[in-house]
């Protein structure tokens, strides 16, 4: 049975918490934390520990940590968690366009025979760019596409009056770097992608404010000496955050089973 800790009790991760209950059957989760003692009154104490203490969270032992907190939390808490020799399973991608904390990720996973690991979460194709990526990959392209009401809370609400919003308008043109910069919250997509495949710098990035649809839809081109992928996926949002999708938890639950299941497809 293996011991989880969560960081991050928001969308994903009460959504993560829930697969415990019901789901789950080889992890047990031990321990949340969450940013705010505010949060803790609202919730009712379940079978595992709530902090909004670090100390507290990371005094249990845990054989995977999983983080769905934000670039903030990755950039504070990653290290730590994985120097416990806990895997690390993480959502917030962009985080990572930061080369020096992924390179002291890798170091701090490699000196604690724990690792790194990014599932799909939003997005798919990444066991197919990843393995092609051994050979010569010519190009790799991603259209995000989200409804007007994802974009509130970005620096897209200064820019076009969302609510008027009729027919779709690219917002963001560029590499994965600026992408995932520019949207902490909403293109992490573009960070897994840039890590499977070309890097940050080559992954080019389109992103569009699109009031005629109603799921997050991630399109990705990538052509190479393999061949070519192009995929779309229309990802349903979470009511209580439409910048984030149901399939992002999903994702998460599917690699933690990974690590005790007997086999393993997919990857
Ligand atoms: N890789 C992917 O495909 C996707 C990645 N994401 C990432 O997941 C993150 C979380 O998404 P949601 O759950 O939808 O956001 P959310 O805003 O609903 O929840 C985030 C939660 O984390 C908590 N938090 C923030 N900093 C913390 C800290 N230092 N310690 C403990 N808790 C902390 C917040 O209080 C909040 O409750 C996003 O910010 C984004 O970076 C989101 C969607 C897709
Ligand atoms: O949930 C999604 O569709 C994608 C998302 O927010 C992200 O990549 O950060």
Excluded at 122 to 142: F, K
Excluded at 155 to 167: H, N, P, R, S
Excluded at 194 to 211: M, W
């Amino acid at each position: 049975m293996l011991n989880v800790g969560l960081i991050g009790y928001g969308a994903i991760g009460q959504d993560i918490a829930s697969y415990f209950q019901d789901y789950l059957k080889g992890a047990r989760l031990k321990g949340i934390l969450v940013r705010s003692p505010d949060k803790l009154r609202n919730l009712s104490q379940e079978e595992w520990m709530i902090t909004h203490q670090p100390d507290e969270f990371f005094a249990n032992k845990y054989d995977v940590i999983i983080e769905a907190a934000g670039h903030h939390a990755l950039e504070t808490y990653g290290v730590q968690a994985l120097s416990t020799g806990a895997h690390l399973i993480i959502v917030s991608v962009g985080a990572l366009r930061d080369g020096h904390l992924l390179q002291l990720l890798k170091e701090t996973a490699n000196s604690n025979q724990s690792k790194l690991i990014i599932p799909s979460s939003a997005i798919g194709g990444l066991d197919r760019i990843t393995a092609a990526s051994i050979g010569r990959l010519d190009s790799v392209t991603l259209t995000t596409r989200k409804p007007p009401q994802a974009w509130k809370g970005t620096f897209v609400e200064d820019k076009i009056d969302l609510a008027a919003l009729v027919e779709p308008v690219c917002v963001f043109e560029g590499n994965a770097n600026e992408s995932a910069r520019l949207f902490p919250e909403s293109v992490n997509v573009s960070a897994a992608l840039s890590l499977a495949g070309q890097g940050f710098n080559e992954t080019k990035v389109k992103v569009y404010a699109d009031p005629t649809i109603e799921k997050n839809k991630h399109e990705v081109r990538a052509v190479g000496n393999f061949g070519s992928i192009t995929l779309e996926v229309q990802n349903t949002p979470f009511p209580e955050n439409p910048k984030s999708s149901y399939i992002v938890s999903m994702s998460v639950i599917k690699a933690l089973e990974n690590l005790f299941s007997p086999i393993v497809i997919g990857i």
